[in-house]
């Protein structure tokens, strides 16, 4: 990738600033502006995250920052409230109270003598989510946002829940929040209070996990900081980012349909990552485009960016499926509006073990999957790191109720999220049933193109479920991701339906055998027509940054994930062991600039019986180092769920050090029950 050392205006970095709020707490800021913008003021841009700009993020920082700052822009990160080096307490994700320290933040950047008073705000994941929860509060100043893999609905389309299932996710994320919020603030920062205020913070941590396992419907909860709620509450223009390879891509569609603010999708093949270093491939230019946005919107110059298409999207096409990828092969197509009013929907039937154009007589077929169906799915949401994607589908497929299509006749490209209606009846008040849309080549290996997951109580409503009658019929309709995808002539499309997707879901409290009524069920596509004008869209540029800070590899590890099955007592489990991430693979480096050295890894372990679903369990264990000179700490952290048909029960411990000497240790062990989930 090209790295710009040479920018339009010459750049200077603060590498603290307090920022204050009117109770008194101070939110630190890392701010990279141009050298004379005391007598050229510019728009201020704004990322606000929990993940520590001091040395969690500050490798992917820089480069972001320094290359705004360089074009005219002064680019702040600043540390939530109660993490990293910020005062405070940090009591959950996305509360109230991070929105209202945001409102007070943006102002005090618009007020400053090197601001316009024009302000923009961006982010991926956490930031991309408050990015829209704070500019639905129509903060003075902000003018124009970036939401980068984010949802608008916290209940549906997060870490936590997904069709009204739990996800593994929660506790995984969870615990990585966990730890990522116990850390010390850095003395070199905050000087000799650097003690006391991390033993706050270790005496008031948070089992993160369990709190949002008490929300298991879409309760007011999970309704704060949700802005499908009220998406007129957002004035702002709105570009909304993500990637098909990620967990959040089905937030952009209708961000696109209900914002009636100036507004703008782009999703790729991407993981969950910033597009310039996105994977799979092809990356693109992504400082660049986001330059277009900001100059257009921050300072009113015409770049021709509000001309093009409102939603632009890879269309993707098969690959073998492997483990990793490092390109997907497809083509940039683009919609003037979404819903396009293009797309056409054309159905199939679900027959005997085939999907029809035509409906066969009504028919029966019965599945009740193994519990360890899933280990091909690959991550709910990735990095672009090996081992993440979704691998061939055969193997779940061998557990799964299959229809296969006749070999298509001609290319079908699809954009949008397809929908299945199924005709079913469960022997159990609680049951999940998982659909996956796959792509078979003609020699037989499957990939996967999207899939979705319904837990059946709440078929008619996520707030208010209700429990099945076993034996009873029902209808049903669930979507699967939103995709754009280009089935090759000649391939076959297979619907594949399960009971369970482990180790992307908790299993249901009871093992479950699903009747499919065939004949009567369907799978809906939005087959999208050719638009010749996809020829003509401007290419993006090529991926380039700002310069990154220098870092010193201290310690590998190795990256493993290993499935081991145990004949004897039909338990498999499946291992993840990294680093963080953010260091080039490295477990321990040294921060060069700031002499900080810096720890962490991170092992999950997911353990699953054959049939039995009691027998469920994992287990997330990190830890986490701090040093500079005669300065260490240390932070041990381990979470735990199991389940029983009526109970979860979870469980952590967190163990601090100072150099080798014990400081603060914490322990959970709660039981909650579960709400026909």
């Given at each position: ?19 204050p ?16 913008a ?6 201020a ?12 993020t ?33 009591a ?8 209202e320290?945001?409102v ?10 090197w601001c ?14 408050n990015a ?45 929040f966990?730890a ?63 990637g098909?390879?990620d ?93 396009s009013?293009?797309?056409?929907s ?6 005997v ?15 009740a ?18 081992g ?58 499957a ?32 979507r ?9 002539r ?5 619907l ?26 369907t ?25 990154a ?7 590998m ?26 260091f ?14 810096v ?8 353990r ?14 990190q ?7 005669d300065w ?12 029983t048909?009526?109970?979860?029960r ?8 100072c ?7 914490r ?8 709400h026909?989930?």
């Amino acid at each position: 990738m090209k790295v710009i050392e040479t920018f339009p205006r010459r750049v200077r970095v603060i590498e603290n600033a307090w920022i204050p709020m009117s109770d008194g707490c101070r939110l630190a800021a890392r701010i990279w502006l141009p050298e004379d913008a005391d007598s050229d003021p510019v728009p201020a841009l704004l990322e606000y995250m929990p993940y520590r700009k001091r040395d969690f993020t500050r490798l992917r920082d820089e480069p972001l920052h320094h290359y705004f700052a360089g074009h005219g822009y002064a680019s702040v990160r600043l540390d939530l409230r109660g993490s990293g080096d910020s005062d405070g307490l940090l009591a959950d994700e996305y509360l109230p109270q991070e929105q209202e320290d945001a409102v007070e933040a943006i102002a005090w950047l618009a007020a400053q003598p090197w601001c316009t008073g024009a302000v923009g705000m961006l982010g991926i994941s956490w930031g991309g989510f408050n990015a829209l929860q704070v500019a639905a509060r129509r903060p003075p100043g902000l003018q124009a946002i970036i939401t980068m893999c984010s949802t608008d609905d916290r209940y549906a389309d997060d870490a936590h829940y997904k069709g009204g299932c739990l996800l593994n996710e929660n506790l995984a994320w969870g615990s990585v929040f966990l730890a990522c919020a116990a850390c010390p603030p850095d003395p070199a920062i905050v000087g000799a209070s650097w003690r006391e205020r991390w033993r706050e913070r270790l005496d008031n941590a948070v089992l993160y996990p369990a709190t949002w396992l008490r929300h298991q419907q879409r309760d007011e909860y999970w309704k704060q900081g949700s802005v499908c709620e009220d998406f007129d509450a957002i004035e702002c223009a709105v570009y909304a980012v993500g990637g098909w390879a990620d967990g959040y891509s089905n937030a952009v569609p209708p961000l696109m349909q209900n914002l009636s603010a100036p507004r703008k999708a782009l999703i790729g093949p991407w993981a969950h990552a910033f597009p310039h270093v996105g994977a799979p491939g092809p990356s693109i230019g992504f400082f660049q485009e986001a330059l277009r946005w900001w100059d257009h919107w921050l300072k009113g110059k015409d770049t021709g960016i509000m001309d093009e298409p409102m939603f632009r999207a890879w269309m993707e096409e098969y690959t073998p499926p492997a483990p990793y990828h490092d390109e997907i092969p497809g083509r940039w197509i683009a919609e003037d509006s979404w819903p396009s009013p293009r797309l056409q929907s054309r159905s199939w039937h679900l027959n005997v073990l085939s999907l029809g154009e035509r409906p066969d007589a009504e028919d029966r077929v019965f599945i009740a999957s193994p519990q360890t169906i899933g280990l091909a799915a690959g991550d709910w949401y990735g990095f672009g790191a090996e081992g993440e994607s979704p691998i061939d589908q055969r193997e779940d497929d061998g557990k799964s109720l299959v229809f296969d299509s006749d070999p298509l006749t001609e290319r079908l490209e699809i954009f949008g999220a397809p929908t299945v209606t199924l005709e079913l009846a469960a022997d159990q008040p609680v049951a999940y049933v998982v659909v996956r849309l796959n792509d078979v080549a003609d020699n037989g290996a499957a990939s996967r193109v999207s899939y979705g997951v319904l837990n059946l109580t709440q078929r008619e409503s996520r707030e208010q479920p209700t429990p099945l009658e076993p034996g009873r019929r029902y209808r049903v309709t669930m979507r699967l991701n939103d995709i754009a995808y280009a089935f090759d002539r000649g391939h076959t499309m297979r619907l594949a339906v399960s009971t369970a997707y482990w180790p992307v879901v908790w299993p249901a409290p009871r093992p479950v055998k699903l009747t499919l009524y065939t004949g009567v069920s369907t799978l809906t596509l939005p087959v999208r027509p050719e638009r010749r004008e996809d020829t003509d869209l401007p290419p993006f540029d090529p991926p380039e940054r700002g310069p990154a800070p220098e870092y010193t590899t201290l310690r590998m590890t190795p990256f493993r994930r290993q499935v081991e099955r145990d004949l004897t007592t039909e338990e498999t489990r499946y291992t993840v062991s990294s680093d963080g991430g953010d260091f080039g693979g490295a477990a321990l480096a040294r921060i060069d600039d700031i002499d900080l050295t810096v720890g962490y890894t991170i092992r999950k372990h997911y353990r699953i019986h054959e049939y039995d679903a009691s027998q469920a369990r994992t287990i997330i264990e990190q830890t986490t180092l701090h040093a500079r000179q005669d300065w260490t700490t240390r932070l041990e952290c381990r979470t735990e769920l199991t389940a029983t048909p009526t109970h979860f029960r979870i469980q952590g411990t967190i163990r601090s050090y100072c150099g080798e000497e014990p400081f603060v240790s914490r322990d959970w062990d709660e039981s909650i029950p579960r709400h026909l989930i």
